[in-house]
Protein backbone atom coordinates (compact mmCIF):
# COMPACT_ATOMS: atom_id res chain seq x y z
CA UNK A 1 0.00 0.00 0.00
CA UNK A 2 1.25 3.58 -0.92
CA UNK A 3 -0.26 5.85 1.94
CA UNK A 4 -1.79 9.11 0.55
CA UNK A 5 -2.50 11.53 2.89
CA UNK A 6 -4.59 14.57 1.69
CA UNK A 7 -5.05 18.11 3.65
CA UNK A 8 -5.72 21.67 3.21
CA UNK A 9 -9.22 21.37 3.29
CA UNK A 10 -11.43 23.35 5.09
CA UNK A 11 -14.53 26.14 5.38
CA UNK A 12 -14.31 28.81 2.93
CA UNK A 13 -16.86 31.91 0.97
CA UNK A 14 -17.73 31.58 -2.21
CA UNK A 15 -14.73 33.39 -4.31
CA UNK A 16 -12.44 32.05 -2.45
CA UNK A 17 -9.35 29.85 -2.26
CA UNK A 18 -7.76 26.74 -1.14
CA UNK A 19 -5.13 24.56 -1.67
CA UNK A 20 -5.08 20.62 -1.23
CA UNK A 21 -2.30 18.94 -0.79
CA UNK A 22 -2.05 15.33 -0.98
CA UNK A 23 1.65 13.86 -0.04
CA UNK A 24 2.62 9.66 -0.47
CA UNK A 25 4.76 8.36 1.99
CA UNK A 26 6.19 4.68 1.63
CA UNK A 27 7.55 4.69 -1.88
CA UNK A 28 7.85 6.74 -4.67
CA UNK A 29 4.90 7.32 -7.06
CA UNK A 30 6.78 9.71 -9.37
CA UNK A 31 6.11 6.78 -12.29
CA UNK A 32 2.41 6.83 -11.66
CA UNK A 33 -0.35 9.48 -12.41
CA UNK A 34 -1.97 11.86 -10.07
CA UNK A 35 -5.36 12.88 -9.53
CA UNK A 36 -8.31 14.37 -7.61
CA UNK A 37 -11.64 12.77 -7.46
CA UNK A 38 -14.82 14.74 -5.42
CA UNK A 39 -17.69 13.11 -3.72
CA UNK A 40 -20.59 15.56 -2.87
CA UNK A 41 -23.05 14.16 -0.53
CA UNK A 42 -25.80 11.94 -2.07
CA UNK A 43 -23.84 12.03 -5.60
CA UNK A 44 -21.63 9.32 -6.85
CA UNK A 45 -17.66 10.18 -6.97
CA UNK A 46 -16.58 12.25 -9.83
CA UNK A 47 -13.37 12.92 -11.33
CA UNK A 48 -11.86 16.63 -11.02
CA UNK A 49 -8.45 17.01 -12.55
CA UNK A 50 -5.14 15.01 -13.41
CA UNK A 51 -1.59 15.11 -14.51
CA UNK A 52 0.45 12.68 -16.11
CA UNK A 53 3.25 11.01 -14.49
CA UNK A 54 6.04 13.70 -16.02
CA UNK A 55 4.12 16.38 -14.94
CA UNK A 56 3.42 17.86 -18.79
CA UNK A 57 0.13 17.08 -18.97
CA UNK A 58 -3.25 17.90 -17.02
CA UNK A 59 -6.68 17.24 -17.27
CA UNK A 60 -9.59 18.64 -15.80
CA UNK A 61 -13.63 18.36 -15.82
CA UNK A 62 -15.29 20.84 -17.79
CA UNK A 63 -16.80 22.69 -14.40
CA UNK A 64 -13.53 23.49 -13.03
CA UNK A 65 -11.67 24.26 -16.19
CA UNK A 66 -10.09 27.94 -15.64
CA UNK A 67 -10.62 27.72 -11.67
CA UNK A 68 -8.44 24.88 -10.50
CA UNK A 69 -4.95 23.98 -11.07
CA UNK A 70 -3.07 20.25 -10.29
CA UNK A 71 0.28 19.99 -10.07
CA UNK A 72 3.08 17.54 -9.16
CA UNK A 73 6.60 17.64 -7.11
CA UNK A 74 7.95 14.37 -7.33
CA UNK A 75 11.03 15.09 -5.64
CA UNK A 76 8.33 15.37 -2.64
CA UNK A 77 5.97 13.07 -4.04
CA UNK A 78 3.38 15.38 -3.52
CA UNK A 79 0.39 16.48 -5.69
CA UNK A 80 -1.66 19.66 -5.28
CA UNK A 81 -4.80 21.36 -6.31
CA UNK A 82 -5.06 24.93 -6.14
CA UNK A 83 -8.65 26.14 -5.92
CA UNK A 84 -9.72 29.68 -6.96
CA UNK A 85 -12.85 31.06 -7.44
CA UNK A 86 -14.67 28.48 -5.41
CA UNK A 87 -18.29 28.16 -5.81
CA UNK A 88 -20.88 26.46 -3.43
CA UNK A 89 -21.34 23.67 -5.96
CA UNK A 90 -17.47 22.73 -4.90
CA UNK A 91 -18.09 21.20 -1.33
CA UNK A 92 -17.15 17.73 -1.50
CA UNK A 93 -15.01 15.62 0.27
CA UNK A 94 -11.85 15.46 -2.49
CA UNK A 95 -10.15 12.28 -2.97
CA UNK A 96 -6.45 12.46 -4.83
CA UNK A 97 -5.57 8.79 -6.38
CA UNK A 98 -2.39 7.70 -7.87
CA UNK A 99 -1.98 4.68 -10.38
CA UNK A 100 -0.31 4.03 -13.84
CA UNK A 101 -2.10 5.75 -16.38
CA UNK A 102 -0.62 6.59 -19.59
CA UNK A 103 -3.51 7.21 -21.99
CA UNK A 104 -5.38 10.43 -22.09
CA UNK A 105 -8.99 8.80 -22.17
CA UNK A 106 -7.85 7.17 -18.98
CA UNK A 107 -7.11 9.68 -16.46
CA UNK A 108 -11.05 10.14 -15.50
CA UNK A 109 -11.40 6.36 -15.08
CA UNK A 110 -11.38 6.03 -10.42
CA UNK A 111 -11.38 2.06 -11.14
CA UNK A 112 -8.06 2.46 -12.78
CA UNK A 113 -6.27 4.47 -9.89
CA UNK A 114 -4.66 1.87 -7.79
CA UNK A 115 -4.20 3.63 -4.69
CA UNK A 116 -6.22 6.12 -3.12
CA UNK A 117 -6.33 8.92 0.42
CA UNK A 118 -8.59 9.32 3.13
CA UNK A 119 -10.24 12.60 1.54
CA UNK A 120 -10.63 16.17 3.18
CA UNK A 121 -13.58 17.90 3.49
CA UNK A 122 -14.27 21.36 1.43
CA UNK A 123 -17.25 23.38 2.30
CA UNK A 124 -17.55 26.50 0.16
CA UNK A 125 -20.61 28.95 2.15
CA UNK A 126 -22.55 30.77 0.07
Not at 73 to 93: C, F, G, H, I, W
Not at 98 to 104: A, E
Amino acid sequence: QVPLVESGGGLVQAGGSLRLSCAASGRTFSNYAMAWFRQAPGKEREFVAAVSWTGTSTYYTDSVKGRFTISRDNARNTVYLQMNSLKPEDTAVYYCATGPIFSSSNYAADALYHYWGQGTQVTVSS
